[in-house]
C-alpha cells in the first residue's frame, strides 16, 4: 500500500498550489479521502475530506471557500486545491485513507507528507 503526496513547494501569500496524492496497493474507490496538516509544534489538523465516491466533502473551517478537495477514481489520486494561501497555512501536508463503512479490515493508511512553504 502506498499513499505518495506531491506538489507542495514554496509559494508568496496569496498565490496557489496544488496537491496531488496517487494511491496504489488498495481499492481506491472503496476509501474515504482525507488531507491533514501539521505545522511546526502543532498537533495534526484536518483540512479537507471526501467521500469514496467522492460526493460529500468537509472543510476545516480555516480553510473554506479557500481549498478545494476532489478525487479521480480512475486515476487512483486526491487532489487539493490551494488558493489565496497564507502564512498560517504553511505545514507538511498528508494524504489519509479511512475504508469506507462495511469494509475490513478496518485499516486507515496515511502517506509520507509533502511540505507547503507559504512566504513572501
Known amino acids: 500500500v502506498q499513499l505518495v503526496e506531491s506538489g507542495g513547494g514554496l509559494v508568496q501569500p496569496g498565490g496557489s498550489l496544488r496537491l496531488s496524492c496517487a494511491a496504489s496497493?488498495?481499492?481506491?474507490?472503496?476509501?474515504?479521502m482525507s488531507w491533514y496538516r501539521q505545522a511546526p509544534g502543532k498537533e495534526r489538523e484536518l483540512v479537507a475530506s471526501i467521500s469514496s465516491a467522492g460526493g460529500s466533502t468537509n472543510y476545516a473551517d480555516s480553510v473554506k471557500g479557500r481549498f478545494t478537495i476532489s478525487r479521480d477514481n480512475a486515476k487512483n489520486t486526491v487532489y487539493l486545491q490551494m488558493n489565496s494561501l497564507k502564512p498560517e497555512d504553511m505545514a507538511v501536508y498528508y494524504c489519509k485513507a479511512v475504508p469506507k463503512a462495511g469494509l475490513a479490515p478496518r485499516t486507515n493508511y496515511w502517506g509520507q507528507g509533502t511540505q507547503v512553504t507559504v512566504s513572501s
Open positions: 496497493g488498495f481499492t481506491f474507490s472503496s476509501y474515504g
